[in-house]
């Protein structure tokens, strides 16, 4: 349980790292030229990688990859949601609306 403990402690920080780092941008750098957002994007994203791949290599120890996997999704779905309704301001809601 340890491990199982270990890995969701750091794949979530490395969720909250990689949300800002693919999202945060939008608000924070939205006047800014892209490139200085893809800049400070991939700085984010290195704290994102120091967390991740720890997380999978001791979650490995225990869990086969599509239970990795899915944990790893449902902790994006997990941190994504704040983000989007405190950090971003957005509702999140259902609709019938066609993407095109």
Known sequence: M???AKTVFLLICSNVFMTFAWYGHLKDLSDRKWYVAAIASWAIALFEYLFQVPANRIGYTELDLPKLK???E???LSVFVPFVVLYMHQAI???NQSLV
Do not use: G, P, R, Y
Request: glycine share 0%.
């Open 2 to 4: 340890l491990v199982i």
């Open 70 to 72: 899915i944990i790893q």
């Open 93 to 95: 809601k259902l609709t």
């Open 74 to 76: 449902v902790i994006t």
